[in-house]
């Protein structure tokens, strides 16, 4: 089972942030925090992955709370082509040998212009 | 670099074929992981290879099988099919290396069993 809960759907105006949120309360210390999304039946892309600092590239920002037990993917400025299902995924670290990601629900995210 | 390539990108078969699904990953990543995703289950993982051996495994039935060449590229293989196998399938690529590293997936195959 997925170790992560997404509200099932967002929306936010062009222009705006869109934050979404996902909590991960039962995370390990070792485990990451990934975030991947898919855009009407593309292959999921990858977005960005953090441990327990914020972390930001050209895409997005991750800020991870300080009991990492919460986080929020921040798009600075939603476009339409940003209107995608996001999906938070927690997974092991260097050590872990599970090899895959295992999907929730994810948050379908509507950019409205 | 490259993406991972996936083919064919769109497949139609019949109940009781078999069909099998090719994923080239990105040049230089030795794992190739491959998941399935219907309306109803979403998105599951179905095995992984590294250096041609399978590393992990998800819970689906024996029809599912694949493997992995020496130069990574990886095919998989369901036999019998049935209804309930058309989906989406994706593969992903990653380094290989120990432990849990970015997977980067490619586009798919969309398999339709009538």
């Known amino acids: 089972d997925a170790k992560t809960t997404q509200p099932p759907s967002m929306d936010c105006a062009e222009g705006r942030a869109a934050n979404l949120p996902c909590n991960h309360s039962t995370i390990s210390g070792n485990e990451y925090v990934y975030w991947y999304r898919q855009i009407h039946s593309q292959g999921p892309q990858y977005i960005i992955h953090?441990?327990?600092n914020n972390e930001t590239n050209e895409m997005a920002s991750l800020i991870i709370t300080e009991d990492r037990k919460s986080s929020t993917l921040i798009l600075p400025h939603a476009t339409l082509r940003d209107t995608a299902v996001y999906y938070c995924i927690v997974r092991g670290g260097p050590m872990d040998s599970s090899y895959k990601l295992i999907f929730g629900s994810g948050t379908r995210l509507l950019v409205r212009p | 670099k490259a993406g991972v390539t996936q083919t064919p990108r769109y497949l139609i078969k019949t109940r009781g074929q078999q069909v099998t699904l090719s994923c080239s990953p990105i040049s230089g990543h030795r794992s190739v992981s491959w998941y399935q995703q219907t309306p109803g289950q979403g998105l599951q993982f179905l095995f992984e290879y590294f250096s041609e051996t399978q590393r992990n495994k998800g819970n689906f039935p024996g029809r599912f099988s694949g493997r992995q060449f020496s130069n990574s590229r990886s095919e998989m293989n369901v036999s019998t099919l049935e209804l309930g196998d058309s989906a989406l399938y994706l593969c992903?690529?990653?380094?290989?290396?120990?432990?849990?590293?970015?997977?980067?997936f490619g586009p798919g195959t969309r398999l339709l069993v009538l």
């Open positions: 992903a690529s990653s380094l290989g290396g120990a432990g849990a590293e970015t997977q980067y």
């Open positions: 953090g441990l327990k």
